[in-house]
């Protein structure tokens, strides 16, 4: 599904916050019919292309653009993109690397526990290595949040995996 909406923020940060864009009602029903949830491939001006969740609030549909994205295609509040929606038929409603699959494929138990998280958990997990750049890095990355995994017995505690990344890299310092 195809549609032009115009880039926006919220004025009213009791609806949310962040730039957006207005998804049209029609639209956003359709997709909740020919999607398993509200997790969809959005492609803007038929070049960018990104993992997103149909949002709603306070009547309005709407799809969340973070601000780096925004400032890295060079696009300005008020300007019209052209957006395709597609239901996003992913395992993570996201990519993920080859380097956190070989990592699972490596530590069953850490992979349990992974796949016991809900969906949003492992998204949120999935963006921690996803925007790491360096193939070693994301290794590293992967390796210490399935140890936290394991020590936690599943509950991610960001604070406590936070605090775990940082001894990982003490103890690898020269």
């Known amino acids: 599904m195809e549609f032009e909406t115009i880039l926006e923020t919220f004025k009213d940060h009791a609806i949310g916050y962040g730039p957006h864009v207005k998804i049209p009602e029609e639209v956003y029903q359709n997709m909740l019919n020919i999607s398993k949830d509200k997790r969809v491939i959005c492609t803007i001006n038929q070049t960018v292309r990104l993992h997103s969740a149909l949002l709603q609030k306070s009547g309005m549909y709407f799809i ?14 008020g300007e019209v993109l052209t957006v395709h929606l597609a239901p996003d038929d992913s395992t993570y409603g996201m990519p993920i690397s080859e380097e956190f699959q070989e990592v699972l494929a490596s530590d069953p138990e850490g992979s349990d526990w992974f796949h016991q998280l809900t969906p949003g958990k492992q998204r949120s997990l999935l963006h921690v290595i996803n925007k790491i750049k360096s193939s070693q890095l994301k290794i590293e990355r992967s390796f210490v949040i399935l140890e936290h995994l394991k020590k936690q017995q599943g509950k991610l505690d960001y604070q406590i995996l936070n605090q775990d990344i940082k001894a990982f890299h003490e103890k690898m310092k020269f």
Not at 64 to 77: A, D, E, T, Y
Request: aromatic fraction near 14%; proline fraction near 7%; hydrophobic fraction near 45%.
């Open 64 to 77: 969340l653009f973070n601000q780096p994205l925004v400032k890295k295609q060079k696009w300005s509040i």
